[in-house]
């Protein structure tokens, strides 16, 4: 099975720290993605990388920055951590299929980040 | 832009029967429409991808439809069991796209 990793459960971090969820996946995926999730807006994509060192904004990418160093690992990095940033990121990776971009997600136990 | 809406009241139903989930989006349809579950603190796993030209899709107790004309999937459970118990997520993806966009999801209880 794939297994998408990220490293933390929960983080608690201070307003205007700099702060970096990591994702690791095993089944050599292309694409690889970020989403926050917050209650009643559904999961909200930041950024997406279809291939190393290749990235895409998402619908929401303010705030928000990604590297893509290795096919394996994508990270996301909150350059000046705030309030409103507090959400539930899930990392996800999927198979590339010719000419029809993602298909069949495969999510992260997802990170809890609290702001403070 | 592009809007996914599914119903934000949850579902209950009592075991054994059948729960329909619905799944409407606005503007152009997708090249196909996936459906995930998400179990709470846990992220969504994929369970069904139906593609524009096909009209349903099974697989074990779970049906997709997908209705371009109406812009709608329908996401049935049959013989409906307490371990269904979850949200539903539907999400469309567009023809050479990377981007796949999710609904809020629905939550389903199935009481014994």
């Known amino acids: 099975d794939v297994k998408v990793t990220q490293s933390s459960r929960y983080l608690v971090k201070r307003t205007g720290e700099k702060v970096f969820l990591e994702c690791v996946q095993d089944?050599?995926?292309?694409?690889m993605f970020w989403y926050r999730q917050d209650p009643g807006l559904g999961l909200r994509l930041i950024y997406f990388s279809y291939d190393v060192k290749m990235k895409e904004k998402g619908d929401i990418p303010e705030g928000y920055s990604v590297s893509r160093e290795k096919k394996e690992r994508f990270s996301l990095i909150l350059e000046s951590a705030s309030t409103n940033q507090t959400s539930m990121y899930l990392c996800?990776?999927?198979?590339?299929?010719?000419?029809?971009?993602?298909?069949?997600?495969?999510f992260g136990s997802g990170t809890q980040l609290s702001v403070l | 832009s592009q809007k996914i809406e599914q119903n934000s009241e949850a579902l209950n139903i009592q075991e054994g029967k059948t729960a329909t989930l619905t799944c409407n989006y606005t503007n152009y349809s997708p090249a196909y429409l996936q459906w995930y579950r998400q179990d709470p603190g846990r992220g969504p796993v994929f369970l069904l991808l139906i593609r524009e030209n096909e009209k349903e899709k099974r697989k074990e107790r779970l049906k997709v439809t997908f209705d371009t004309t109406l812009k709608q999937s329908l996401f049935h459970i049959t013989a409906s069991q307490p371990a269904d118990s979850a949200t539903y997520l539907c999400?469309?993806?567009?023809?050479?796209?990377?981007?796949?966009?999710f609904g809020a999801g629905t939550r389903l209880f199935v009481k014994a």
């Open positions: 999400a469309l993806t567009y023809t050479g796209g990377f981007k796949t966009i």
């Open positions: 996800a990776s999927s198979l590339r299929t010719m000419g029809r971009g993602n298909e069949k997600l495969f």
């Open positions: 089944m050599d995926h292309e694409n």
